[in-house]
């Protein structure tokens, strides 16, 4: 489809709304006219390729006598309407040309999002802000009224934020998580988008001892950087890809450096996800001892599990996860995926059951994301039924909310599919406080390894700093190879972390 925005600046929001109701569709942003400049100062020409085709939106922001007026109207639809709307001020212009985009493609597509006008990924942090701002009804009221989100998520939103409150009063402007990245994974899933390498042949395997090196030393630069800043380590994530990609021996080096350079910081929260069975081990749990860890199934289908590429059965993620019980892990995670392929609403209610069946302490359900990076994009349905995956969510939330697990963070992807939602819940007491800090950025993540993003939080200053703390994003490359090869220049991109802190 055509974006057209004329006389307006809002084109990410408009693209994000259209992926919403049309999540298979390349959107392009045109313009209609470009500037020529005369002898006489510029001049407005129509634009080559500013054609408005069988499939465009067309969105306009004009004034008549002095008052702001938008249009929108989509052609190539099934649609006649072209509603034009007078506002009170410029300031409104955003939200009301949104509004009236969702309900042209509401109308053509017959689809209603269940998160209304919200396209960002975190819906929690938006209800965390208004709720200080206005209190909780207020802010319930002005996701269902304003942003037209549905009563059952702004529901959900509420009692996440409701969770994560306490705790993110307690952080202090000194504190800070640490994530440590192992982009290594045995094989690749057909639906995975993130960096990681699948370790399946001999010349991706080498690369894991000198990335390995590598780590060591920025994860000890890294505690120098905090130390002299005087930042105090809170929790610890290992994540990737598949950090029991690593042998036991390679695992158990790498938490000793973690604590060796960090000391008695790295004794607080510190999970590792363990991720795929396939590569757990009573030896790699042994070295995990005493860690929150990660064990996800996915689905408790093996052929679902066979349709999205993973090497292993139901069964072995049981085992594994009755293994780690037998020596003596107390907090364990399971992760579960709605709208896997082949997948259906029993199927995935079920996978629900069993694994709420074996009392880990956190049960993820995640939405499946189709990111152009998948191999998975190539060959699914993005149309696939939004009515498919709520049933599944709301499934899997009677089902959790019946053996006790409270939602506590939640984050949504950009192409999950029908714009639903990803939720951490917990059995009483046992909330994983990095999961929060990451998702709500309540303080500064450092990041180690290829393809990390260190985010910088500082402090809130309420009255210069409406819109939140000042937030600077420092990346890492993302390939292992690159990530080994131009170590040196990352490590120059560290006193980005200095400059932030002293300067904020
Ligand atoms: S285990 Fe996770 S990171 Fe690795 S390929 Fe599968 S989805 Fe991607």
Redesign the pocket.
């Known amino acids: 489809m055509k974006l057209f925005c004329v006389g307006h600046s809002f084109r990410y929001e408009l693209e994000n709304l259209i992926r919403v109701f049309l999540p298979g569709e390349k959107v392009v942003v045109c313009r209609l006219f470009r500037l020529v400049r005369g002898a006489r100062g510029g001049v407005l020409r129509p634009r080559r390729g500013g054609r408005i085709t069988a499939s465009s939106c067309l969105t306009v922001l004009t004034a008549a006598a002095q008052r702001p007026v938008i249009r929108a109207v989509i052609s190539g639809r099934n649609t006649a309407a072209t509603p034009t709307y007078t506002l009170s001020s410029a300031a409104e212009a955003e939200l009301a040309i949104a509004k009236l985009v969702y309900v042209l493609l509401r109308e053509t597509t017959g689809y209603t999002p269940p998160w209304g006008l919200l396209t960002g990924v975190r819906p929690s942090k938006l209800m965390l802000k208004l709720r200080r701002e206005m209190g909780s009804i207020a802010a319930y009221r002005d996701f269902t009224n304003r942003l037209w989100v549905t009563p059952a998520k702004a529901a959900l939103a509420a009692a996440v934020a409701a969770a994560e409150e306490p705790l993110i009063e307690m952080t202090r402007a000194n504190t800070f998580s640490l994530y440590v990245g192992i982009p290594f994974?045995p094989?690749?899933?057909s639906?995975?988008s993130?960096v990681?390498h699948?370790i399946g042949t001999p010349e991706a395997k080498k690369l894991i001892a000198p990335y390995l090196e590598k780590l060591e030393e920025e994860i000890c630069r890294t505690a120098e950087i905090a130390d002299r800043l005087g930042l105090q380590l809170a929790s610890v994530y290992i994540g990737?890809?598949?950090p029991t990609t690593l042998s036991a021996e390679q695992l158990e080096r790498l938490l000793k450096q973690i604590t060796a350079c960090f000391g008695a910081g790295a004794e607080n929260e510190f999970t590792v996800e363990a991720?795929?069975p396939d590569t757990i081990t009573r030896e790699k749990l042994d070295a995990l001892r005493g860690k929150r860890i990660s064990i996800?199934p996915q689905t408790m289908h093996d052929s679902v599990l066979e349709a999205i590429g993973?090497k292993h059965t139901a069964v072995l993620a049981v085992e594994c996860y009755h293994m780690a019980r037998e020596m003596g892990f107390t907090q364990i995670n399971m992760d579960l995926i709605a709208g896997l392929p082949t997948d259906t609403a029993e199927g995935f209610a079920d996978s629900v059951r069993q694994v709420a069946a074996l009392r880990p302490e956190n049960v993820t359900v995640h939405t499946l994301a189709l990111k152009r990076s998948s191999v998975l994009k190539a060959t699914a349905d993005p149309f696939r039924g939004a009515q498919e995956i709520a049933a599944m969510l709301q499934s899997a939330e009677e089902t959790l909310s019946a053996a006790g697990y409270r939602p506590y963070y939640m984050y949504r992807q950009s192409a999950s599919l029908g714009n639903f939602e990803n939720i951490g819940r917990t059995l009483p007491g046992h909330i994983c406080r990095y999961n929060i800090d990451m998702m709500e950025e309540t303080h500064t993540i450092l990041a180690c390894g290829a393809g990390a993003v260190t985010k910088l939080v500082g402090q809130t200053h309420a009255e210069d700093e409406p819109s939140g703390p000042p937030l600077l994003r420092v990346f890492n490359y993302k390939y292992p190879y690159e990530y080994i090869s131009r170590f040196g220049e990352l490590m120059e991109r560290k006193k980005q972390i200095t400059d932030f802190y002293l300067t904020r």
């Open positions: 994974c094989t690749r899933c639906y995975c993130f990681s699948s990737g890809g598949t991720g795929r996800n993973r």
